[in-house]
């Protein structure tokens, strides 16, 4: 008779050379091994894997969960996405459990005395331990990756003279601080404090909702309203998975989390220092922002863009043969369309982008939450549609203008220089310039 053991040490031998194979063809894959002792590496994960599978035979639960909780943290360490390594894991079981069924066929004992049920069953619990311990250890040190991002970003980022913030800033803080403690068995949770209604950004929202008359600025307070129920309810749902063990599930939740918290306190933060931009220095012709206030906008979207994982583009702007319109029909005509075209940014661009005068007939964009290089081009392609379609009317003359713009798509794990940035951008809109004029060029940010 073959036993359990036996049978899942002969079939993951039969598959094994093959899933290899496959998982160092493929391009993620074949980066995480490069410069690395392959067959050595696959030697040891096959020993690993029998040597686990016969505690688990055995009721060695426990040796199997610090087993993969240490490996899935290594594998973290080393770069590997808890996404791949689990789709890898999954691979690797359906190609078991195939060929333990063509096992159980063609063995030339065809009277095998086994509980293919019950094989089939251990095969499947075995994997399911698996990932959930990988994904325990994937779930500690993402924890504590955020908590000391969260805490750099706050240091950095967070300007505590905005003292009508400070303390719901700080109450959220800790608050999320509790629920990852929770998650990593490092804390208790207090579960009267995760419903939305006892939380003081409710009030906060509240009394903002009642004094506000703008439209626009309710419906802005309104969204942040949507997102922060959001925040509370994927908190109620962590904080069950976890109770129930389902760290699978834990860790995708864990995400959503993450990103829906910075996402709502990052909007806070916006919300309450965009009433003082309007106070800061604006160039007085166009009224957008002056170009001494690039640099601080620049560091807070791009830590944003860190955090959040989602890219953000700097665009820069230039007039073309706006020397001969000057010189044509003079500066005040000149002006004018300067005021045009900042007004048409303003009506072309999201509430949350920002344009900067940035000196005679330049301007500079920063435009937060870009999803791809695509999606640049169309919102400045449409841009430079629009204003080629104007037509100025300036004391009886008809004045048509254009733009050529460059620009760049950032997505960094670290800041970048402010002049590296602006630098590329700056030299894509000369070669929009060189190579025909009134067009769009842009490109991914390369240090």
């Known amino acids: 008779m073959i036993n359990n053991t036996t049978i899942f040490e002969e079939v993951l031998k039969k598959v094994y050379d093959d899933f290899y194979d496959r998982l160092i063809s493929d391009p993620y894959f074949s980066e995480f091994f490069r410069n690395r002792d392959v067959e050595n590496i696959k030697i040891r994960q096959i020993k690993n894997l029998i040597e686990n599978y016969n505690k688990f035979v055995e009721g060695n639960i426990e040796e199997i969960?610090?087993?993969?909780?240490?490996?899935?943290?290594?594998?973290?360490?080393?770069?590997?996405?808890?996404?791949?390594?689990?789709?890898?894991?999954?691979?690797?079981?359906?190609?078991?459990?195939?060929?333990?069924?063509?096992f159980y066929k063609t063995h030339p004992n065809n009277k095998l005395d086994i509980d293919i049920e019950s094989i089939f069953i251990n095969f499947e619990n075995f994997f399911d331990l698996i990932r959930k311990y990988s994904a325990a250890g994937y779930l500690d040190n993402l924890v504590h990756r955020e908590k000391k991002i969260m805490d750099e970003f706050i240091e950095a980022n967070i300007d505590y003279k905005l003292y009508e913030i400070k303390d719901l800033i700080d109450s959220h803080?800790?608050?999320?601080?509790?629920?990852?403690?929770?998650?990593?068995?490092?804390?208790?949770?207090d579960e009267k404090a995760l419903p939305v209604e006892v939380c003081k950004a409710t009030k906060w929202l509240n009394k903002k909702l009642k004094e506000e008359k703008s439209k626009d600025k309710r419906e802005k307070l309104e969204k942040l309203e949507e997102l922060h129920v959001k925040l509370h309810k994927s908190a109620e749902k962590l904080i069950n998975l976890k109770k129930e063990g389902k760290?699978?599930?834990?860790?995708?939740e864990y995400n959503n989390f993450i990103k829906t918290s910075l996402v709502f306190l990052s909007s806070v933060i916006a919300y309450t220092t965009s009433q003082e931009i309007k106070n800061l220095q604006r160039d007085p012709l166009t009224n957008v922002l002056s170009r001494r206030l690039i640099k601080e906008i620049f560091l807070n979207v791009m830590d944003?863009?860190?955090?959040?994982?989602?890219?953000?583009?700097?665009?820069?702007?230039?007039?073309?043969?706006?020397?001969?319109?000057?010189?044509?029909?003079?500066?005040?005509?000149?002006?004018?369309?300067l005021k045009v075209l900042a007004k048409t940014l303003k009506e072309e661009l999201r509430s949350s982008d920002y344009i900067f005068r940035y000196g005679g007939e330049e301007f500079v964009l920063i435009l937060p939450s870009i999803k791809s290089l695509s999606n640049l081009f169309e919102i400045l392609e449409k841009i430079r549609e629009k204003i080629e379609s104007i037509l100025l009317k300036v004391d009886g003359e008809e004045i048509k203008f254009t733009v050529s713009i460059g620009a760049v798509l950032v997505k960094e794990s670290k800041r970048v220089p402010l002049d590296k940035v602006i630098e590329q951008a700056d030299e894509l809109m000369y070669y929009a310039k060189k190579t025909g004029k009134n067009k769009v060029v842009v490109e991914i940010f390369k240090i």
């Open 304 to 337: 944003l863009s860190i955090l959040s994982g989602e890219p953000f583009a700097v665009a820069f702007i230039d007039i073309d043969n706006f020397k001969q319109i000057n010189d044509k029909y003079g500066h005040l005509v000149g002006d004018e369309v």
């Open 65 to 102: 969960k610090v087993n993969y909780i240490q490996l899935a943290k290594l594998h973290d360490e080393l770069g590997l996405d808890f996404n791949s390594y689990m789709d890898s894991l999954s691979d690797l079981e359906i190609l078991i459990l195939k060929e333990f069924f063509h």
């Open 247 to 252: 760290l699978f599930q834990l860790v995708y």
């Open 173 to 189: 803080l800790d608050w999320k601080e509790e629920i990852l403690d929770f998650l990593i068995d490092e804390g208790n949770i």
